[in-house]
């Protein structure tokens, strides 16, 4: 955020911007790292519309590939996620409902993010209703075993399993931590020429 970063993603917000969810990616790590890799795992949105929305302060839902500037992050920063607020309600709501336009009654909603805390829970629930889900392994995870988990399940290809937010049980006991991710050995083929003619 300061005018006189040095770093290649801090020159390029400064520039003509980076992607939000690269953005949010180098902020957050992990968790947001693993948010964006399982949506685009994941994700079968219709033809029309985006696989993956970030829920933005001011903007409503903005997709990952959305370019924002140091400016637009000041911005972003100086508006506060409460649903109590209009400036991140109202463009919230408007885009939720758009969505659900699109999707109509079979298309669901997945949160990938708490669902304990109502400032992302209660505008979504209001017009998604029964259609927004969550994968019930969030529950007892704090942020970083959440992003842990996303990632271990892209690279197993394995989707979680998604229950309503409507009525489910919003805390639950610490489940165990997760095992160390196993790695792939690194592989590197070597060829040798084509034999001498």
């Given at each position: 955020?300061?005018?006189?970063?040095?770093?290649?993603?801090?020159?390029?917000?400064?520039?003509?911007?980076?992607?939000?969810?690269?953005?949010?990616?180098?902020?957050?790590?992990?968790?947001?790292?693993?948010?964006?890799?399982?949506?685009?795992?994941?994700?079968?949105?219709?033809?029309?519309?985006?696989?993956?929305?970030?829920?933005?302060?001011?903007?409503?839902?903005?997709?990952?590939?959305?370019?924002?500037?140091?400016?637009?992050?000041?911005?972003?920063?100086?508006?506060?996620?409460?649903?109590?607020?209009?400036?991140?309600?109202?463009?919230?709501?408007?885009?939720?409902?758009?969505?659900?336009?699109?999707?109509?009654?079979?298309?669901?909603?997945?949160?990938l993010g708490s669902i304990a805390t109502a400032k992302y829970v209660e505008p979504l629930?209001?017009?998604?209703?029964?259609r927004l889900l969550f994968p019930s392994d969030f529950v007892g995870r704090g942020d970083m075993s959440?992003?842990?988990?996303?990632?271990?399940?892209?690279?197993?290809?394995?989707?979680?399993?998604?229950?309503?937010?409507?009525?489910?049980?919003?805390?639950?006991?610490?489940?165990?931590?997760?095992?160390?991710?196993?790695?792939?050995?690194?592989?590197?083929?070597?060829?040798?020429?084509?034999?001498?003619?």
């Amino acid at each position: 955020m300061a005018d006189n970063g040095q770093t290649g993603l801090a020159c390029r917000l400064r520039a003509a911007g980076v992607p939000l969810g690269e953005l949010f990616s180098f902020v957050s790590s992990l968790y947001f790292r693993g948010k964006l890799s399982y949506a685009k795992a994941f994700a079968a949105p219709p033809p029309t519309v985006s696989g993956s929305f970030v829920i933005t302060s001011d903007a409503g839902l903005l997709p990952p590939d959305t370019l924002v500037t140091l400016d637009r992050v000041r911005q972003i920063a100086a508006n506060d996620i409460d649903p109590g607020n209009p400036k991140y309600r109202d463009p919230l709501c408007r885009d939720c409902h758009a969505l659900s336009d699109i999707l109509k009654d079979t298309g669901e909603v997945v949160l990938l993010g708490s669902i304990a805390t109502a400032k992302y829970v209660e505008p979504l629930l209001e017009i998604f209703r029964e259609r927004l889900l969550f994968p019930s392994d969030f529950v007892g995870r704090g942020d970083m075993s959440r992003g842990g988990l996303m990632l271990r399940c892209v690279d197993a290809h394995k989707e979680l399993e998604y229950v309503p937010v409507l009525n489910a049980t919003l805390h639950g006991a610490k489940p165990p931590k997760l095992l160390p991710a196993v790695r792939n050995p690194v592989k590197v083929s070597v060829l040798s020429p084509a034999p001498a003619r």
